[in-house]
């Protein structure tokens, strides 16, 4: 029977309690995550979001305690008053922080019972996730999902503190918005008043940031939840929290030089120190040396162009197609490595062929694997191929003796992502990644445009409010394919944690903008419209970032799964396993919504 709390007030958290407290009289508030019975004395674990204390009733000390103590069971919530002790030396728990002092209990009161957990409340368990996001509630009192969701609190904090020194105003911006799909799926809701028609959640609050803008609020910010109705991947969740920040009269440089400082003061709050200004890659060379357009520095093996030096051996592995003009590019990876030729035969079928270049297979576009050796050189020698270029190749490929250098070529698919890929598994295989290490980086020069063969148009690489770069102004005119924009991401240890862009701020480049990416002027106006007559009002030279809040918590929590950083999360189905959302509603609430006819 759960007791009341009565006049009872916590004194302490249990995590709290230490050497100096000893002779006080305290009381505690907390979970039972152990009981003990050693024969006459009962030793609990008491837990609260502070951590664990050891209390110990002894009939002794009290006859009362010691009964109560003995019907608590896994997770009641009990109150204990009693008073700190020193702990006996040989009791001493050096894993705890409250592990010199104990508690030796004069009064329990069971405030509630507890049901058996459904699992075990502690850091170490292999617990089904799924039965961890049906109990969310039990899963979130584990330590560890204690201290993330802390380190997120304080996270968000210090950006709003950051922000509100720079000049920034925190404003909000509606959730029901206007469906203006452009990338993702919109989530919408349907209006009860105006039957067939629907609200969209926002997928950022873009327009509304710029509308700030111009409504001349100069610094925005907002820690804003977006939606969007993706196809899930393990980093995604179909609502997320994003840092969103806009500035009138920005250049790429201040943007920057905002950002910077708000992730070094995040970083240290878990004791790291960043190293400014980050350094910057443009979004060609990304793809060139590391094969991705967010790349992790935290280890080097950079990828080298070597398409002519492989032409120039002139092997019969590729016929042609080098002169055809497919590219080849390679990776050293460190004789230290230890990669035997068995191994190097496993990563060319299972990770090469079947993973990365599935579509290769047929053709069997193995990978050519050289050993930067004297035998190599003299047999590729024998076979014809000269070894000056292949010397050439090595050392292009960056390879010192008896490294292994893999060479990929194009594919039906460009090889350069592909490469990417076999980087990063070689990386984490040989453990040339340092776990240690904070590696941010500014990813800059994107293009504007992405041809997109299956639509048959311009899509915008970032978004379409995106500005050119002065530059390549005419070329919009010419060839809009190598418009440069004015966007930039920012990465660490090889997550993008952010992006954003200075923005088209003239009414006439924006509709400009929207014919290049096949969008009718009548579209653009029912879609846009409000904002294409919003920015004949006087516009200020805009821009701005998103950061991604929840992915940056992961990284500093050393977490691999978005929903360790979220407190209720949704499923890779976009479910919430606790609730049971989405769920079917009433005949009533369709009909109220002009939607029973999907019933039928
Ligand atoms: N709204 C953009 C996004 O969510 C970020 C930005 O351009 O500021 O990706």
């Known amino acids: 029977m759960a007791e009341p709390l009565g006049d009872l007030e916590r004194t302490h958290y249990c995590g709290e309690l230490r050497e100096c407290h000893v002779g006080k009289t305290v009381t505690l508030m907390g979970w039972a995550a152990t009981r003990r019975d050693l024969g006459g004395v009962i030793f609990l674990d008491l837990r609260d979001r502070e951590g664990l204390c050891q209390v110990v009733a002894r009939p002794e000390v009290s006859e009362a305690a010691h009964d109560a103590a003995d019907r608590v069971r896994s997770e009641y919530v009990v109150a204990v008053v009693g008073e700190v002790a020193n702990r006996s030396e040989d009791t001493v728990n050096p894993a705890l922080d409250t592990g010199e002092v104990e508690e030796l209990a004069r009064a329990i009161r069971?405030?509630?019972?507890?049901?058996?957990?459904v699992f075990p409340i502690e850091d170490e368990i292999d617990t089904h996730e799924e039965i961890r996001l049906k109990h969310r509630y039990l899963d979130l009192r584990r330590p560890r999902m204690?201290?993330?969701l802390r380190l997120r609190h304080q996270a968000a904090l210090e950006v709003r503190r950051y922000l509100d020194e720079q000049g920034f105003y925190e404003i909000e911006t509606p959730m029901l918005g206007k469906s203006t799909p452009e990338g993702a799926r919109d989530y919408l809701v349907p209006s009860r008043?105006?039957?067939?028609?629907?609200?969209?959640?926002?997928?950022?609050?873009?327009?509304?940031?710029?509308?700030?803008?111009?409504?001349?609020?100069?610094?925005y910010f907002q820690i804003a939840r977006c939606f969007r109705d993706e196809d899930l991947r393990a980093d995604r969740q179909p609502e997320f929290t994003q840092v969103d920040v806009e500035m009138s009269f920005p250049r790429i440089e201040t943007v920057f030089s905002l950002v910077e400082p708000l992730f070094a003061r995040v970083m240290r709050i878990i004791g790291v120190d960043v190293a400014q200004p980050f350094p910057r890659l443009s979004y060609a060379d990304a793809l060139l040396r590391y094969g991705t357009d967010k790349p992790d520095l935290r280890f080097e093996m950079p990828i080298a162009d070597v398409s002519d030096e492989l032409a120039g051996l002139g092997l019969a592995n590729y016929p042609g197609l080098l002169e055809k003009g497919a590219r080849a590019r390679a990776i050293a990876l460190p004789a230290g490595g230890g990669i035997s030729g068995m191994r190097l035969r496993?990563?060319?079928?299972?990770?090469?062929?079947?993973?990365?270049?599935?579509?290769?297979?047929?053709?069997?576009?193995?990978?050519?694997?050289?050993?930067?050796?004297?035998?190599?050189?003299?047999k590729l020698a024998e076979k014809g191929a000269s070894a000056d270029v292949a010397r050439r190749l090595l050392e292009k490929a960056g390879a010192k003796k008896d490294d292994t250098v893999l060479v990929g070529v194009d594919q039906p698919g460009p090889v350069a992502m592909a490469?990417?890929?076999?980087?990063?598994?070689?990386?984490?295989?040989?453990?040339?990644?340092?776990?240690?290490?904070?590696r941010f980086l500014w990813v800059t020069d994107f293009p504007l445009f992405e041809w997109d063969r299956e639509l048959g148009r311009y899509v915008s690489l970032h978004h379409p409010f995106t500005a050119p770069v002065d530059e390549d102004l005419a070329l919009l005119d010419t060839d809009p394919g190598r418009v440069r924009a004015k966007a930039y991401d920012v990465v660490l240890n090889g997550y993008e944690v952010g992006g954003g862009s200075i923005r088209i701020h003239d009414s006439a480049l924006q509709a400009k903008v929207f014919k290049l990416l096949a969008l009718s002027d009548e579209e653009a106006g029912d879609r846009f419209g409000f904002f294409l007559e919003a920015l004949q009002y006087g516009t200020p030279p805009h821009g701005g970032i998103a950061l991604g809040l929840d992915r940056t918590v992961m990284i500093l929590a050393g977490e691999t799964s978005l929903r360790q950083v979220i407190a209720f999360p949704k499923t890779a189905s976009a479910t919430d396993l606790m609730t049971g959302s989405p769920?079917?509603?009433?005949?009533?609430?369709?009909?109220?919504?002009?939607?029973?006819?999907?019933?039928?």
């Open 346 to 378: 496993k990563i060319n079928e299972e990770l090469w062929l079947d993973r990365i270049v599935p579509d290769a297979r047929a053709e069997r576009r193995n990978l050519l694997t050289l050993k930067a050796t004297d035998d190599q050189l003299t």
């Open 146 to 148: 204690q201290r993330n």
């Open 110 to 117: 069971a405030l509630s019972e507890s049901r058996t957990p």
């Open 193 to 219: 008043v105006h039957h067939g028609n629907f609200y969209a959640l926002p997928q950022s609050p873009q327009l509304f940031k710029q509308l700030l803008m111009i409504s001349g609020f100069d610094k």
């Open 419 to 438: 490469m990417g890929v076999l980087r990063l598994e070689m990386g984490r295989e040989l453990k040339l990644v340092d776990e240690k290490a904070w």
């Open 583 to 600: 769920s079917s509603v009433k005949d009533d609430q369709l009909g109220d919504l002009g939607l029973l006819s999907i019933r039928k």
